[in-house]
């Protein structure tokens, strides 16, 4: 099937620093990728829809400023936490739709996922 | 998308079969009954997807009602290594184009 890849896969920085994550589809081109934020005990929410070659679409009370997302090519989407705090210590997920056809076609595949503790 | 219903948690033994039932009232003509498993600090898998009847691959079935209200995922003869969180979503068919909604899942425990 086809694999998403993140990195790194655990970041911890100071406050006040920006991170970047990146997400690739390792085998298959993804002009939209997405972004999700999970916190301990609790379901992935969406953050954003990373879109190549445009802007990317926010979901409401996610500050775009603070979670830059950059869709640089077909295979790459990066998020860059800017100026972390705390409160965004969190498990980052991408995940990207396959393009190929057949019954597998219709699903998402997540990447791995990206653990970022701020202190 | 249709909103979704599942038990917060489970408990199993290896060996028993588990079947996880999803609520989804308000699921419309178009959608399709996807089943997700995430384990602890990694990214969700796609399980099994379904429209009607019953659908198996090699790590489940997943059984719909005529009524498309709800639906069962069934894990056959469970492991320690099914100890997971499991969600249920519901959408049309393309949601691969489009972001999904994750509900609260159901969380399985597995003991020996």
């Known amino acids: 099937g086809a694999v998403v890849s993140q990195h790194p896969s655990r970041v911890i920085c100071k406050s006040g620093t920006s991170v970047k994550i990146e997400c690739r589809s390792l085998?298959?081109?993804?002009?939209?990728m997405f972004w999700y934020r999970q916190f301990p005990k609790q379901s992935l929410m969406l953050m954003a829809t990373?879109?190549?070659?445009?802007?990317?679409?926010?979901e409401q009370g996610v500050e775009k400023d603070k979670f830059l997302i950059n869709h640089a090519s077909l295979t790459l989407s990066t998020l860059t936490v800017t100026s972390a705090h705390p409160e965004d210590s969190s498990f980052y997920i991408c995940?990207?739709?396959?393009?190929?056809?057949?019954?597998?076609?219709?699903?998402?595949?997540f990447g791995p996922g990206t653990r970022l503790t701020v202190l | 998308l249709a909103k979704t219903t599942q038990p917060i948690s489970m408990d199993s033994y290896e060996g028993q079969e588990v079947n996880i039932t999803c609520s989804h009232n308000?699921?419309?003509?178009?959608?399709?009954i996807t089943w997700y498993q995430q384990f602890p600090s990694q990214g969700p898998r796609f399980i099994i997807q379904?429209?009607?009847t019953k659908v198996t691959n090699e790590v489940a079935s997943l059984f719909i009602p005529a009524d498309r209200k709800s639906s069962t995922l069934s894990l056959p003869r469970v492991s320690l290594s099914d100890t997971a969180v499991y969600y249920c979503?519901?959408?049309?068919?393309?949601?691969?184009?489009?972001?999904?909604?994750f509900g609260s899942g159901t969380r399985l425990q597995v003991q020996p």
């Open positions: 995940s990207a739709p396959s393009a190929s056809g057949g019954a597998g076609a219709d699903t998402q595949y």
């Open positions: 085998d298959f081109q993804a002009t939209t």
């Open positions: 990373s879109n190549e070659g445009s802007k990317a679409t926010y």
């Open positions: 308000n699921i419309a003509t178009n959608d399709y």
């Open positions: 379904g429209y009607k």
């Open positions: 979503l519901v959408g049309v068919r393309d949601t691969g184009r489009r972001a999904l909604t």
